[in-house]
């Protein structure tokens, strides 16, 4: 919280303002709540630790916290403004008959909407996406779910996302590696697709048990869809796959070509984890694709200096 009282105090003083008391009392009691709720939902909370508080002084600080950033206005249609903490930017499906709200994450669609605003000459600024439907619940006319999903429970969505698509990854590169030990002869290509093959066995296990185990924590998991939405086929395609392709691929290309195909591998594998490090603002998520990113850039420099190597010989 200490970040978000820096940036308001800041913020205040560029509008030269004071730094009431009152003001960072509506700010701590807004950053401890969860989900969307009005100005008047905000003031009956801040009213029940300072009675003496008014709506007004509320409603003020509010449009203050969503002036310098801390806050996001929501608006479901339904004629009430409301507002949520800036944690992390992301977008809302709105059920246009019971307002319940799904929030998710979608790095591809924030390039397209920065693309957008690019071609057509405009200042790329804070935005978001709602999309207005009609929940399945409302449309077999029975009671929507009660379960409230707080910021806490994002993070935990979050993680199991990122861990579903590193682990789809990790089981790209096993079989490739695999398939290509398979027909190698070459002995340094050997030693590296075999050493490749190793790691990645590992780094499946551990992220298997990790996803297992945050699974088992967190039984309402399996319930929640997907929070992060990400180019499946851009996934799909970073290891070549299926055996008998991986085979005559790499009988018909020679030892230092085939190196040259893992490379090419890895570096896809390197820029996914690496696009999705620097487009998903949230603190767990960047672990988890930083870290492959790092692992993957290792892997390239692996495959690389071996191939280096083959081309010395080649020469000599």
């Known amino acids: 919280m200490q970040q978000q009282v820096e940036i308001f105090e800041n913020f205040l003083r560029t509008k030269n303002l004071k730094h009431s008391k009152p003001r960072f009392d509506i700010l701590a009691v807004f950053l401890a709540s969860q989900g969307h709720f009005s100005a008047q939902e905000l003031y009956d909370q801040v009213r029940q630790k300072h009675p003496r508080i008014g709506f007004a002084t509320v ?181 070549p796959k299926g055996r008998d392709t991986i085979g005559q691929m790499v009988r018909s290309a020679g030892p230092a070509e085939a190196l040259r195909l893992a490379m090419d591998a890895e570096r896809r594998s390197y820029e996914f984890f690496q696009h999705y490090a620097d487009k998903v603002d949230y603190p767990k998520g960047r672990e988890i694709f930083a870290q492959f990113a790092q692992e993957e850039q290792q892997h390239l420099t692996l495959i690389y200096d071996a191939y280096n190597q083959l081309q010395t010989q080649g020469e000599s």
Not at 75 to 84: A, H, I, K, L, S
Not at 91 to 110: G, Q, Y
Not at 126 to 135: A, D, G, M, Q
């Open 59 to 239: 409603h003020r600080t509010l449009k203050l916290l969503e002036d310098c950033g801390l806050a996001r206005s929501v608006n479901y249609g339904d004629g009430t403004q409301r507002y949520e903490p800036n944690r992390f930017q992301h977008h809302h499906v709105i059920c246009t008959s019971c307002n319940r709200t799904v929030e998710f994450l979608s790095p591809e669609l924030e390039s397209l909407l920065l693309q957008v605003q690019q071609n057509h000459d405009f200042m790329p600024q804070l935005y978001e996406v709602h999309i207005l439907s009609v929940c399945t619940d409302c449309n077999k006319a029975t009671p929507p779910s009660s379960r409230h999903v707080t910021a806490a429970d994002l993070e935990t969505i979050l993680s199991r996302d990122a861990l579903e698509v590193a682990v789809a990854n990790e089981q790209q590169g096993l079989l490739f590696y695999n398939h290509a030990l398979e027909v190698t002869t070459d002995e340094i290509t050997r030693t590296i697709f075999a050493r490749l093959a190793d790691e990645e066995q590992r780094h499946l296990e551990v992220l298997q048990q990790e996803y297992d185990t945050l699974r088992r924590t967190y039984r309402w998991l399996d319930d929640e869809p997907s929070l992060l939405h990400f180019d499946h086929e851009r996934l799909d395609g970073i290891f």
